[in-house]
Nanobody, 115 residues
């Protein structure tokens, strides 16, 4: 069983920064890619950023140049550095790992961007 735990969310003013963390229990974390998703009220859950097991990354167009995803396999952790935050970045942020036919989600962490 894999458990993913997100942390680092909070309230921040527009233009500010936050760093989200996702830590995983268990083995083989480094063998699979990890994604950060977000879901705003009344909207679908969308992929924000993804990092492959190789370290290759990709981003949603809306966050390119502002968000950076990284991983530390020694700590079973993936991070999302979010800079130049906008009110439209407000959402619950989830990390996700797919292992074959199994998909694991964390419980989410709230990010609110407001003055």
């Amino acid at each position: 069983q894999v458990q993913l735990v997100e942390s680092g969310g909070g309230l921040v003013q527009p233009g500010g920064s936050l760093r989200l963390s996702c830590t995983a229990s268990g083995r083989f974390f480094n063998v699979y890619g990890v994604g950060w998703y977000r879901q705003a009220p009344g909207k679908q859950r969308d992929l924000v950023a993804f990092i492959a097991e190789s370290g290759v990354t990709n981003y949603a167009n809306s966050v390119k140049g502002r968000f950076t995803i990284s991983r530390d396999n020694a700590k079973n952790a993936v991070y999302l550095q979010m800079n130049s935050l906008l009110p439209e970045d407000t959402a619950v942020y989830y990390c996700n790992q797919r292992r074959g036919s199994y998909i694991y989600w964390g419980q989410g962490t709230q990010v609110t961007v407001s003055s």
